[in-house]
């Protein structure tokens, strides 16, 4: 079926590594992708997104890649902090009428310090 | 700005019984959309109002139901609850074009007894 998901449930990185999410997505007519981290006892919050015209979109620490292709999202956080241990989601937006996002299973990212 | 607003964050009800849940959107968003999370199904697309009309359902049953004030506010109502409606429900509000990033509460924890 149509889903979105990531390639490994939980990821150990040590303080100040780059850390790198993967995220497979099976629509190829999706044309946004956004990601969010949700903290224990908290809502997603937002970090990035992209669009489907483009490859490569950076933030604060935070780089996006989407490779069409092979229908590959991924994100990199640079010189990972403890703060940063979350859940991370990907999402998908196939509607183009609404904001109807196909989330993925999240990946559990542990900073040790 | 303040952000997305949920209440109650915790509700324990009975099988049988029927609940309302409230969302105070981010001011001048006027897309309100609602997710069901749980451990086993992730997060789960429910539907999205904006002007006051549902503009996109998800796949769940007719027990669930929503609406949109006005003001933009929120509230989504689940009848005849079920043990398996245990979840973290989530509220979300966006300046409802097709690009705009989803921006979440903290959701309302509920638990069916």
């Known amino acids: 079926g149509e889903s979105v998901g990531l390639h490994l449930p939980t990821l150990s990185v040590q303080e100040g590594d780059n850390s790198i999410i993967n995220c497979a997505y099976s629509?190829?007519?999706?044309?946004?992708f956004i990601w969010y981290k949700q903290e224990s006892g908290k809502g997603p919050q937002f970090i990035i997104d992209i669009r489907s015209n483009m490859d490569k979109r950076q933030g604060q620490r935070v780089t996006v890649l989407l490779n069409k292709t092979v229908k590959h999202l991924s994100l990199q956080i640079a010189a990972t902090q403890p703060g940063d241990s979350a859940v991370y989601f990907c999402?998908?937006?196939?509607?183009?009428?609404?904001?109807?996002?196909?989330f993925g299973k999240g990946t559990t990212l542990s900073v040790s310090s | 700005k303040a952000g997305v607003t949920q209440t109650p964050r915790y509700l324990i009800k009975t099988r049988g019984q029927q609940v309302t849940l409230s969302c105070s959107p981010i001011?001048?968003?006027?897309?309100v959309s609602w997710y069901q999370q749980t451990p086993g199904q992730g997060l789960q697309f429910l539907f999205e109002?904006?002007?006051?009309?549902?503009?996109n359902k998800g796949n769940f049953p007719g027990r669930f139901s929503g609406r949109q004030f006005s003001n933009s506010r929120s509230e989504m109502n689940v009848s005849t609850l079920e043990l398996g409606d245990s979840a973290l429900y989530l509220c979300?509000?966006?300046?409802?074009?097709?690009?705009?990033?989803?921006?979440f509460g903290n959701g309302t924890r509920l638990t069916v007894t």
């Open positions: 109002y904006f002007s006051e009309t549902q503009r």
């Open positions: 979300a509000s966006s300046l409802a074009t097709t690009e705009s990033p989803l921006h």
């Open positions: 629509n190829s007519a999706s044309d946004y």
């Open positions: 001011s001048g968003h006027r897309s």
């Open positions: 999402a998908e937006n196939k509607n183009q009428a609404g904001t109807a996002l196909i």
